[in-house]
Nanobody, 121 residues
Framework: LQLVESGGGLVQPGGSLRLSCALSGFTLDYYAIGWFRQAPGKEREGVSSISISGGRTTYADPVKGRFTSSRDNAKNTVYLQMDSLKPEDTGVYYC???????????????WGQGTQVIVSS
């Protein structure tokens, strides 16, 4: 299984971005796709996850009500819609495949290369 993120960029506070995670290969070994982010000097943290088959989602408290995970199984792609962005949302965003919806990086064993998100005026 390979994952490729795209959609990052520079956005002003209050703006929106949609990240994409394109999946290729065998997905049935995995239950969920998680989104994680890492800011400079900080540990990687979970943002959101979505089950591959059923669409169940989880969100970290800092992004609840602002971020939305979705999937398009026909396109083998998972999305993270990010609205009302704040400077503290800045970081490298990764998608990863795992066997749980829990936002624990160690529970995910296949990762994309990451895409940079910068929220700044």
């Amino acid at each position: 299984l390979q994952l490729v993120e795209s959609g990052g960029g520079l956005v002003q506070p209050g703006g929106s971005l949609r990240l994409s995670c394109a999946l290729s290969g065998f997905t049935l070994d995995y239950y969920a796709i998680g989104w994680f982010r890492q800011a400079p000097g900080k540990e990687r943290e979970g943002v959101s996850s979505i089950s591959i088959s059923g669409g169940r989602t989880t969100y970290a408290d800092p992004v609840k009500g602002r971020f939305t995970s979705s999937r398009d199984n026909a396109k083998n792609t998972v999305y993270l819609q990010m609205d009302s962005l704040k400077p503290e949302d800045t970081g490298v965003y990764y998608c990863a495949a795992g066997r749980t919806l829990r936002l624990l990086p160690d529970a995910y064993d296949t990762w994309g290369q990451g895409t940079q998100v910068i929220v700044s005026s």
